[in-house]
């Protein structure tokens, strides 16, 4: 038998990598690297100026949108209609005030109610609020605001500062929920009476007891006082007549780009309290739209109307410039806008943000629909 001999070999070691190939391997890497880099960067860029640009497109629509909620109810006093006459209709004979008060002319204070103004009846803050009925709405500029603040008579010193150059709109009206004592707020999902100014008025004809209709009670109660202080019918001279809260607020640009409101209520004292609304808001602008002949439709358009055209306002065009919340790097906006037919200019050190303007038209159907 023969015998085969079995050979083994010793196999070769592994060829490692060389300096060049590890080089060329971690240039191609970096490249992917820098590659993936870059397109997070731009996608998150993008996707920053995205959500910048939405926020600045909402914060322009919300503004807009409520303004014009609010502005769409000037005029509205329940059953009271539009126009008062505060004289006849509030400071009749058997209430506490039976005159309208004195010593105010022209477009009242827009921070009526606090009692700081008239002075000398028997409840100022009523006195105040009774005269501001015939005065639904009104505007002026940041800086009138100021000075309104500054004295007291808004009794808020702590309130936002207004921006000089823009401009106010105050809105009065009644609450649109008919609210009573206990357990009409809950059924009418209103809020409760508190210890705050509602009025009521008077639906019944009576020659026995001297109403004629359209009368207006116009006091502060709480849930306990309500009952004695309004006791004013419907129609029907039986069912009590829908109750209905005060409404007092003024929306501005304060000096930090926020829209602000500052509206009436009862905190210790009669107060206008403070509350930020919308960031990024520079400039409130109005265009006032005045009916002279008395159809409904306007005959005029005035930045400024005089004191004897507030109660002909029929419409108003809110303009607002509302800007990113977020500077954008390496833009600068010198651009001179056209608001309300009036040239603006970007307020000094805001220039690195992108700015929107808009404008909305509001009827004023309290006022122009019973015209018609």
């Not at 009271?80 to 058997?94: C, H, K, M, N, R």
């Not at 009846?121 to 105040?128: F, N, P």
């Not at 004013?232 to 926020?258: E, F, K, L, W």
């Not at 602000?260 to 403070?274: G, H, I, M, Q, V």
Request: glycine share 10%; charged share 20%.
């Amino acid at each position: 038998m023969s015998m085969v001999r079995l050979s083994s070999s010793t196999p070769k070691q592994g060829q490692g990598f060389g300096i060049v190939e590890i080089m060329i391997a971690m240039a191609l890497g970096i490249v992917i690297i820098l590659g993936v880099t870059t397109l997070f960067t731009d996608t998150s860029r993008t996707l920053e100026d995205i959500n910048r640009s939405g926020r600045q497109l909402e914060n322009s629509l919300f503004s807009l949108e409520l303004l014009a909620t609010e502005l769409a109810m000037v005029g509205y006093w329940g059953e009271a209609g539009y126009p008062l006459d505060a004289e006849t209709q509030i400071f009749v004979s058997g209430e506490d005030l039976e005159s309208a008060p004195g010593g105010i002319s022209g477009v009242p204070s827009a921070c009526l109610g606090t009692g700081a103004i008239i002075d000398g009846t028997s409840d100022d803050a009523k006195a105040e609020l009774g005269y501001g009925m015939e005065f639904p709405v009104s505007s002026a500029t940041g800086a009138d605001l100021n000075s309104e603040i500054s004295s007291g008579v808004c009794n808020n010193s702590s309130a936002p500062v207004a921006r000089a150059t823009s401009e106010y709109v105050l809105i009065r009206r009644a609450s649109s929920c008919a609210t009573g004592v206990s357990p009409i707020p809950a059924n009418n999902s209103c809020r409760e009476l508190g210890d705050f100014y509602h009025l009521q008025t008077n639906g019944c004809y009576s020659e026995n007891l001297g109403l004629s209709g359209g009368e207006i009670k116009l006091y502060k109660v709480t849930a306990d006082t309500a009952s004695a202080l309004l006791p004013y019918t419907g129609y029907d001279c039986t069912s009590s007549a829908p109750i209905y809260r005060y409404i007092s607020r003024i929306y501005y640009v304060d000096q930090n780009d926020t829209l602000t409101r500052l509206y009436l209520e009862n905190d210790s004292s009669l107060k206008f309290k403070s509350e930020a609304l919308v960031d990024g808001v520079e400039l409130l602008r109005f265009e006032w739209f005045i009916d002279t002949s008395g159809d409904g439709e306007y005959d005029l358009v005035s930045r400024g109307p005089s004191a004897s055209q507030w109660s002909d306002i029929v419409a108003v065009r809110v303009w607002t410039v509302t800007r990113s919340s977020i500077e954008e790097s390496g833009y600068t906006d010198t651009n001179t806008y056209t608001i309300a037919g009036e040239s603006w200019t970007v307020p000094s050190g805001n220039e690195g943000y992108r700015r929107t303007v808009q404008s909305r038209t509001v009827e004023l159907i309290n006022i122009a629909g019973r015209r018609r």
